[in-house]
C-alpha cells in the first residue's frame, strides 16, 4: 500500500512541477501567468456555470484555470479535453462523499508536507521551487498553505482508491477468477471512474 501511495504523490507532484517548470523558465512568463490567475479569478464573467455533475456545480472560473495550467505546463488540451477532466475530478469527489470517505486536518497536513519532502529530494526539483517562491515573493510555509486543499482532495482520492480494490479484493468476483493473485490497481480504478462518469448526470451550458 505504501508504493501504491508513493507512486500516486510522484504523479500529483509531476502535475505540480510541469506547471513550475513551466512558469520559472521565464520572468516575463511568470509575471504574465500571475496576471493571468489574478484575471481569472477576479472576472464577474468568469462566475457563469459552465457545467453541472450530479450535484456539483462548475463554473467558467474553474474551466479557465484548469486550462491556463495545463497550458503553462505545455500540455495542449482543446476544450472538451479539460471538460473531461473536470467532469473526471467532479466524479471523483462525488464518490469520495457518496461513500464517506474522510481525513483529518492532521492527516491533511502530514500530507501535504510528505508532498513537499519529495520535491526537495532533488536538486533540480528543489532549484525549481525555490525559483517559483523568488518569483512569487512567497514563503514556502505560506505557498503550503495554500496547497493543503490540493492535498485534501489528493489524499481522499487515494482513501478512495484503495477503499474500492479492498472491497473487490473481498467480493466474490474476485474470489472466483483463477491464476490471478493481483489486480491492476491503477487500471481498476479508472474503469471504476469511466463507469460512474457514463452514470453520472452531466449538464454542459456552455
Do not use: H, P
Not at 450535484?55 to 479557465?64: G, H, L, P, Q, V
Not at 536538486?123 to 486543499?149: G, P, R, V
Not at 480504478?189 to 452531466?202: C, L, P, S
Amino acid at each position: 500500500m505504501k508504493k501504491n501511495k508513493t507512486v500516486i504523490l510522484i504523479l500529483v507532484l509531476l502535475i505540480l512541477l510541469s506547471v513550475l517548470t513551466a512558469v520559472a523558465s521565464q520572468r516575463t512568463d511568470f509575471l504574465s501567468w500571475r496576471k493571468s490567475v489574478d484575471d481569472i479569478k477576479n472576472s464577474k464573467n468568469n462566475e457563469s456555470i459552465v457545467m453541472k455533475v450530479n450535484d456539483e456545480i462548475i463554473t467558467k472560473k474553474d474551466f479557465e484555470l484548469l486550462k491556463l495550467a495545463l497550458s503553462q505546463a505545455e500540455m495542449n488540451c482543446d476544450d472538451n479535453k479539460i471538460k473531461n477532466e473536470l467532469i473526471r475530478r467532479a466524479v471523483i469527489d462525488s464518490e469520495v462523499t457518496k461513500r464517506g470517505v474522510t481525513a483529518s486536518d492532521e492527516e491533511v497536513f502530514a500530507f501535504n508536507e510528505e508532498r513537499f519532502s519529495l520535491i526537495f529530494q532533488d536538486k533540480e526539483n528543489t532549484a525549481i521551487m525555490e525559483d517559483f517562491l523568488k518569483n512569487n515573493n512567497i514563503s514556502l510555509e505560506e505557498y503550503k498553505k495554500q496547497s493543503l486543499e490540493i492535498s485534501r482532495k489528493a489524499l481522499l482520492a487515494i482513501r478512495l482508491r484503495e477503499e474500492l480494490i479492498e472491497d473487490y479484493k473481498n467480493s466474490d468476483k474476485y474470489k472466483e477468477l483463477t491464476g490471478n493473485s493481483s489486480i491492476n490497481q491503477n487500471n481498476f480504478f479508472e474503469e471504476y471512474i469511466r463507469e460512474k462518469i457514463d452514470e453520472a448526470n452531466i449538464e454542459i451550458f456552455n
